[in-house]
C-alpha cells in the first residue's frame, strides 16, 4: 500500500496530552514554600508529589512518543512532513533543550525531596536520564526541527532503535486512544540501546 502524506504527520495526535511540565512544577513548589512550617510543607508535598510524578511520566512518554514517531516517519518513503508548526522559526539552542534541562535537575533533585519530606527512599530507573539525554540529543540535532521539511531531513541519534517502527505505531495509536502519554514509559528500552 502506498503511504500518503496524512500519515506523515508532524504530530500524531500528542498535542492535547501534552502537559507544561515546569511551569506546574514551579507553582506546587512555590506553593509548598510558602510554609514557613516544615510539617506544613510536609503535608503540602504529600498532596502533590504523585500529581507531580504523573506530570513527569506524561513527559517522558512523551519524549518515548516523539523519538518512536520520528524513527517512524524516518523509515517511510521520502515526504513532506506535514503541519510542522517549528519549520522556518528562528533556533535558540538554549530554549530548545531548556524543558530537557529541566527534566535532569528534577530527576537529579526529587529523590531528595522524597527523603527530605517524606522520609522515603526514591529512584528513578535509570533509563529515565538515558532517555532525556538521548531526547534532547534528537532535539538538538533536529535543531528544533526548524529545517525539518521532509521525513528524509529527520537525524535520529545514534542509540535509537530504528528496527520496529510498525510497533512503534501501534504503542502510540494506543497511548494516544486511552489518553496517557505515560503508557510509553514502559517501552524506553523498545526504544534506546
Not at 500529581?51 to 516517519?73: E, Q, S
Not at 538554549?94 to 528534577?106: G, I, P, V
Not at 526548524?146 to 530504528?162: G, M, R, Y
Request: hydrophobic share 40%; with cysteine; net charge neutral.
Amino acid at each position: 500500500m502506498a503511504k500518503t502524506n496524512a500519515e506523515l504527520k508532524f504530530d500524531p495526535g500528542f498535542a492535547p496530552y501534552i502537559l507544561a511540565f515546569q511551569g506546574t512544577v514551579d507553582y506546587l513548589y512555590a506553593d509548598i514554600n510558602r510554609f514557613k512550617n516544615l510539617s506544613q510543607k510536609k503535608v503540602k508535598f504529600l498532596q502533590y508529589h504523585k500529581k507531580i510524578l504523573d506530570i513527569f511520566y506524561n513527559n517522558i512518554g512523551f519524549y518515548v512518543g516523539c523519538l518512536m514517531w520520528a524513527a517512524y516517519l524516518k523509515a517511510q518513503p521520502k515526504g513532506e512532513i506535514v503541519s510542522n508548526p517549528c519549520l522556518n522559526a528562528e533556533y535558540i539552542e538554549s530554549e530548545n533543550t531548556a524543558d530537557t534541562q529541566f527534566m535532569l535537575k528534577f530527576a537529579e533533585l526529587f529523590p531528595k525531596d522524597m527523603k527530605y519530606f517524606l522520609g522515603k527512599e526514591f529512584e528513578f530507573d535509570s533509563n529515565i536520564n538515558k532517555l532525556i539525554k538521548i531526547y534532547e540529543e534528537f532535539l538538538i540535532l533536529n535543531k528544533g526541527f526548524t529545517e525539518t521539511k521532509f521525513n528524509s531531513d529527520l537525524v535520529l541519534p545514534d542509540k535509537i532503535k530504528i528496527d520496529n517502527v510498525d510497533k512503534y505505531r501501534e504503542l502510540i495509536n494506543s497511548a494516544i486512544e486511552q489518553g496517557d502519554l505515560a503508557l510509553l514509559t514502559k517501552d524506553i528500552k523498545l526504544i534506546i540501546r
